[in-house]
């Protein structure tokens, strides 16, 4: 079960009220979740606890509160900034409504999620696809096609860590799609050779 499954089963079963609990919820979520990163399991129920939850829950689609999110626990607890953007994603994707505003897409096919996603992409609207991604993975999250999708709107972005997480996410759900193994090794790449650039 992924964090992201884990939070909206709680939900589900224990209600609203169990976000005034961060401990109770620390509790649950680990035994659902007893072999995900620690890291990212971590920085998800501080979120709750630091009361980031509340904020996102205002605003789940707001880029610029996700920065604000990742600069205040990094300066607080010196969190790494690509972790606490796995953690807020897991809390984004159960915390969107379940109809995109501009689209009222509801519970519509995944194929036309991607289609809008790569479009608004496309336009610079790197915001407005990953919140619409992001809600499209959250009514279909084994569509290998929006995790890479959503890996491409990072990767424009530079958001190489990121990008790296959806995209090994579709090459798991579909092994045999050859373009996900070739822009999982781009990526991978490039991620060593920033981390080669910032050593040097």
């Known amino acids: 079960m992924t964090i992201a499954e884990a ?22 979520i680990r035994d659902y979740c007893f072999d995900a990163p620690k ?10 606890s630091e009361n980031h939850v509340e904020r996102l829950r205002v605003s789940p689609g707001s880029a610029t509160e996700h920065e ?15 972790i606490v953007s796995l953690a807020i994603a ?3 994707c159960v915390l969107m409504p379940t109809a995109h505003p501009a689209t009222g897409l509801g519970s ?3 194929e036309k999620v991607e289609r809008l996603g790569v479009s608004l992409s496309s336009q610079g609207k790197h915001d407005e696809a990953e919140g619409l991604l992001r809600q499209g993975l959250s009514l279909h999250p084994s569509n290998a096609r929006l995790h890479a999708a959503l890996a491409a709107v990072f990767r424009a972005q530079g958001r190489v860590r990121e990008a790296l997480v959806e995209i ?23 991620q060593r ?3 080669n650039n910032q050593m040097s």
């Open 68 to 82: 604000r999110i990742k600069r205040l626990l990094y300066n607080d607890f010196g969190f790494d900034k690509g």
């Open 90 to 92: 897991n809390w984004v």
């Open 7 to 28: 939070i909206r089963t709680i939900l589900h079963q224990e209600g609203q009220a169990i976000l005034r609990d961060a401990n109770r919820f620390r509790a649950l």
């Open 108 to 110: 519509a096919d995944p």
């Open 39 to 48: 890291g990212e399991l971590h920085i998800t129920c501080v979120l709750l």
């Open 193 to 195: 050779t920033n981390r």
């Open 168 to 190: 090994r996410c579709a090459r798991q759900l579909d092994p045999a799609d050859i373009d996900f193994v070739v822009c999982e090794g781009e990526l991978s790449l490039q």
